[in-house]
C-alpha cells in the first residue's frame, strides 16, 4: 500500500457523516498517541479512510512502522484495504514477520471459561483466532484446562505456554502465553494461595516485552460473593507482589479477579503508584463489564437473575522514571459468537488492552508523537475543515443509541462508534 500519495478527490456524498468523521478521528487519536486535529489533517485527504491515513502518519514517523496493518479497531465494512490485509493469516509453524508496530505492546487477558465442556474445541479455537488476529505480545488466561490447552500449544506455536498449575487437583488452572519473537521468558513461579478451598494461585512471570523487562502476572481469584474475603486476601498478595517486584521491571496484573467495586474499596482501593488500565484509558462504558449476562448467554439462566460485573481487570505499575510503557487503548474482545456453535467463546469477555513503548528518558510522548508546537501547527491547518460539532480528543465519543436502561448494549458487542465487530 503506498503512503503519503494522493487518494484523489472525493464526491460530497461519498463523504462520511460528521458523526462518522469523529470517530474515526478518535480512532486515529486513539492509536498514534496524538489528537482528532492531526487525525483530520490526515484523513481529509485520503478519503477518511482511516488506515489509509495511519499508513501515511507512520511513514512520516518511522519509529512508528512502516504500515498499519495490525490496527486493531477496523472491519471490512470500513475499511476494505485494512480487511484484504488481514486475509490468509492462518495457522501454521513459528514464522518470523517484520514487526511493523515495534512501539506497541498488546496485553490480553481472558477467562476461557474450560469448566464448560460444551462445544470446548470450537471455542478455545474461537479464542486462538482472536489471540492471533490482534497479534498480542502477552495473553494472561484463566480457567484452562487439559483439552484446551492441547488446541493452544497445537495452535499457538508462535507462542511460549508457561502453565500455572496443571497438578491442581481442582483441573483448571492459568496460563501465560509469550509471543516467542517479540519476548524473552527470563524465569516464572507459581505461588500458591494456602487458604483456597478452590486451588487458586499467583503466576509470576519474568519476561522482556520488546525490549521492556516486565513482570508479568495473572490469577484467578476465590470465586463466588460469598467468599470476598479469601478474595480479598488473595488480591493482597498479588497487589503486594506488585508493590515489591523490582523497579526495574514495568509489573502488570491481570486477570478474573472475580472483584466487586465494594470490595476493592474496603481494602482501601489501589496502592500508590498502581492504576487500573481500564480507568487509565478513559474509563469506557463500552469496555467496563466483563462478565454481562445481559448481553452474554453461554450461562444459561432461565431469565431467572441477569447480572453485569467488572470481574477481570488489569493493573499497571511502573518502573523507575522514566516510565517504559503508556497505556493508551482498553477494549473487550470476544463479543462475536463461534460460527455454526452459536455461542460466545466463553461466559466472559475477554479484556485488551494496548500500550506504547515510550521514546525514552524525560520523554513521555511515544515513539512519532508530535510536539506541542507541531500539534499546534496542526491545528491550525486544519481547523477550517472540521466537521461540525467535532469533539476534542479528551472528550468520549458517543456510544450511539441509548434506550431505557443507560447501561443497555446490543447483544453482540459495544456500538460500533467505539469498537466494530470482529
Same mark, same amino acid.
Given at each position: 500500500?503506498?503512503?503519503?500519495?494522493?487518494?484523489?478527490?472525493?464526491?460530497?456524498?461519498?463523504?462520511?457523516?460528521?458523526?462518522?468523521?469523529?470517530?474515526?478521528?478518535?480512532?486515529?487519536?486513539?492509536?498514534?498517541?496524538?489528537?482528532?486535529?492531526?487525525?483530520?489533517?490526515?484523513?481529509?485527504?485520503?478519503?477518511?479512510?482511516?488506515?489509509?491515513?495511519?499508513?501515511?502518519?507512520? *511513514?512520516?514517523?518511522?519509529? /512508528?512502522?512502516?504500515?498499519?496493518?495490525?490496527?486493531?479497531?477496523?472491519?471490512?465494512? =470500513?475499511?476494505?484495504?485494512?480487511?484484504?490485509?488481514?486475509?490468509?493469516?492462518?495457522?501454521?509453524?513459528?514464522?518470523?514477520?517484520?514487526?511493523?508496530?515495534? +512501539?506497541?505492546?498488546?496485553?490480553?487477558?481472558?477467562?476461557?471459561?474450560?469448566?464448560?465442556?460444551?462445544?470446548?474445541?470450537?471455542?478455545?479455537? *474461537?479464542?486462538?483466532?482472536?489471540?492471533?488476529?490482534?497479534?498480542?505480545?502477552?495473553?494472561?488466561?484463566?480457567?484452562?484446562?487439559?483439552?484446551?490447552?492441547?488446541?493452544?500449544?497445537?495452535?499457538?506455536?508462535?507462542?511460549?505456554?508457561?502453565?500455572?498449575?496443571?497438578?491442581?487437583?481442582?483441573? /483448571?488452572?492459568? *496460563?501465560?502465553?509469550?509471543?516467542?519473537?517479540?519476548?524473552?521468558?527470563?524465569?516464572?513461579?507459581?505461588?500458591? /494461595?494456602?487458604?483456597?478451598?478452590?486451588?487458586?494461585?499467583?503466576?509470576?512471570?519474568?519476561?522482556?516485552?520488546?525490549?521492556?523487562?516486565?513482570?508479568?502476572?495473572?490469577? +484467578?481469584?476465590?470465586?463466588?460473593?460469598?467468599?470476598?474475603?479469601?478474595?480479598?486476601?488473595?488480591?493482597?498478595?498479588?497487589?503486594?507482589?506488585?508493590?515489591?517486584?523490582?523497579? =526495574?521491571?514495568?509489573?502488570?496484573?491481570?486477570?478474573?479477579?472475580?472483584?466487586?467495586?465494594?470490595?476493592?474499596?474496603?481494602?482501601?482501593?489501589?496502592?500508590?503508584?498502581?492504576?487500573?488500565?481500564?480507568?487509565?484509558?478513559?474509563?469506557?462504558? =463500552?469496555?467496563?463489564?466483563?462478565?454481562?449476562?445481559?448481553?452474554?448467554?453461554?450461562?444459561?439462566?432461565?431469565?431467572?437473575?441477569?447480572?453485569?460485573?467488572?470481574?477481570?481487570?488489569? /493493573?499497571?505499575?511502573?518502573?523507575?522514571?522514566?516510565?517504559?510503557?503508556?497505556?493508551?487503548?482498553?477494549?473487550?474482545?470476544?463479543?462475536?459468537?463461534?460460527?455454526?456453535? +452459536?455461542?460466545?467463546?466463553?461466559? +466472559?469477555?475477554?479484556?485488551?488492552?494496548?500500550?506504547?513503548?515510550?521514546?525514552?528518558?524525560?520523554?513521555?510522548?511515544?515513539?512519532?508523537?508530535?510536539?506541542?508546537?507541531?500539534?499546534?501547527?496542526?491545528?491550525?491547518?486544519?481547523?477550517?475543515?472540521?466537521?461540525?460539532?467535532?469533539?476534542?480528543?479528551?472528550?468520549?465519543?458517543?456510544?450511539?443509541?441509548?434506550?431505557?436502561?443507560?447501561?443497555?448494549?446490543?447483544?453482540?458487542?459495544?456500538?460500533?462508534?467505539?469498537?466494530?465487530?470482529?
Amino acid at each position: 500500500m503506498s503512503s503519503g500519495d494522493s487518494e484523489g478527490e472525493v464526491q460530497e456524498s461519498d463523504l462520511p457523516s460528521a458523526a462518522e468523521c469523529e470517530e474515526r478521528c478518535q480512532k486515529f487519536a486513539e492509536v498514534t498517541g496524538t489528537d482528532t486535529a492531526l487525525a483530520m489533517f490526515f484523513l481529509q485527504d485520503r478519503q477518511w479512510i482511516v488506515a489509509r491515513a495511519l499508513d501515511a502518519f507512520f *511513514a512520516q514517523n518511522p519509529g /512508528y512502522g512502516e504500515s498499519m496493518q495490525e490496527y486493531p479497531t477496523l472491519n471490512a465494512a =470500513e475499511d476494505p484495504l485494512a480487511a484484504a490485509q488481514s486475509m490468509g493469516s492462518g495457522e501454521g509453524s513459528e514464522t518470523k514477520v517484520p514487526d511493523v508496530q515495534p +512501539h506497541r505492546v498488546r496485553v490480553m487477558s481472558w477467562n476461557i471459561d474450560g469448566l464448560d465442556t460444551a462445544n470446548l474445541k470450537q471455542r478455545t479455537r *474461537a479464542v486462538i483466532n482472536t489471540i492471533k488476529a490482534e497479534k498480542v505480545e502477552v495473553a494472561l488466561l484463566q480457567e484452562v484446562v487439559a483439552n484446551s490447552e492441547s488446541v493452544l500449544r497445537e495452535s499457538l506455536t508462535d507462542y511460549k505456554i508457561i502453565s500455572g498449575g496443571t497438578s491442581s487437583k481442582e483441573g /483448571y488452572y492459568t *496460563a501465560i502465553l509469550l509471543h516467542k519473537q517479540h519476548t524473552h521468558l527470563d524465569d516464572f513461579e507459581t505461588v500458591p /494461595y494456602f487458604s483456597s478451598t478452590m486451588g487458586r494461585n499467583l503466576l509470576v512471570v519474568n519476561s522482556t516485552v520488546k525490549g521492556v523487562p516486565m513482570t508479568l502476572m495473572t490469577s +484467578h481469584l476465590e470465586s463466588t460473593k460469598s467468599h470476598a474475603g479469601e478474595r480479598k486476601r488473595q488480591l493482597g498478595i498479588g497487589l503486594n507482589r506488585m508493590k515489591d517486584a523490582s523497579t =526495574e521491571r514495568t509489573v502488570l496484573f491481570g486477570g478474573d479477579l472475580n472483584l466487586r467495586d465494594k470490595e476493592l474499596e474496603s481494602i482501601g482501593g489501589l496502592p500508590e503508584g498502581i492504576v487500573d488500565v481500564w480507568e487509565e484509558t478513559g474509563s469506557r462504558k =463500552e469496555a467496563r463489564y466483563t462478565w454481562d449476562t445481559y448481553r452474554n448467554d453461554n450461562l444459561a439462566t432461565d431469565g431467572k437473575w441477569r447480572t453485569r460485573l467488572r470481574f477481570d481487570r488489569l /493493573y499497571l505499575r511502573q518502573c523507575s522514571p522514566p516510565a517504559k510503557l503508556k497505556p493508551v487503548y482498553f477494549e473487550l474482545v470476544g463479543l462475536q459468537r463461534v460460527p455454526d456453535v +452459536h455461542r460466545f467463546p466463553s461466559d +466472559h469477555w475477554g479484556i485488551l488492552a494496548h500500550f506504547d513503548i515510550l521514546s525514552g528518558s524525560g520523554d513521555s510522548r511515544p515513539f512519532g508523537a508530535l510536539s506541542a508546537k507541531e500539534a499546534e501547527e496542526s491545528q491550525a491547518k486544519s481547523s477550517s475543515l472540521k466537521p461540525e460539532n467535532s469533539k476534542s480528543s479528551d472528550a468520549p465519543a458517543s456510544s450511539g443509541k441509548k434506550s431505557g436502561n443507560p447501561e443497555a448494549q446490543p447483544s453482540e458487542g459495544p456500538p460500533p462508534a467505539k469498537r466494530p465487530k470482529d
